[in-house]
């Protein structure tokens, strides 16, 4: 099983910038998908970000232009570098990991002010 640690949340104003990190354990991370959903109070839990073994990327049409996905296999990492962020965006952040097993992390709270 893949153990997924996510880190960067925290509690911004609108128009700052985050980083989330989700660091894999386990083999097999460049030929996973890896990627970002997130969850709102009251919401269901919605795609934010995926990003293919083969670096494709799929983002959310709510989030193009101010966010973007990347991994880092040599650290088995995979980031969300959030820019320009709204009130809109606080949810709690989750790191998705599909490979030979699927896994979730324990994910992380991104609160934005207005």
């Known amino acids: 099983q893949v153990q997924l640690a996510e880190s960067g949340g925290g509690l911004v104003q609108a128009g700052e910038s985050l980083r989330l990190s989700c660091a894999a354990s386990?083999?097999?991370?460049?030929?996973?998908?890896l990627g970002w959903y997130r969850q709102a109070p009251g919401k269901q839990r919605e795609l934010v970000a995926l990003?293919?073994?083969?670096?494709?990327?799929q983002l959310a049409n709510s989030v193009k232009g101010r966010f973007a996905i990347s991994r880092d296999n040599a650290k088995g990492t995979v980031y969300l570098q959030m820019n320009n962020l709204k009130p809109e965006d606080t949810a709690i952040y989750y790191c998705?990991?599909?490979?030979?097993?699927?896994?979730w992390g324990q994910g992380t709270q991104v609160t934005v002010s207005s």
């Open positions: 386990g083999s097999g991370f460049s030929l996973a998908t």
């Open positions: 990003i293919a073994r083969n670096y494709i990327t």
């Open positions: 998705y990991y599909h490979g030979s097993v699927d896994s």
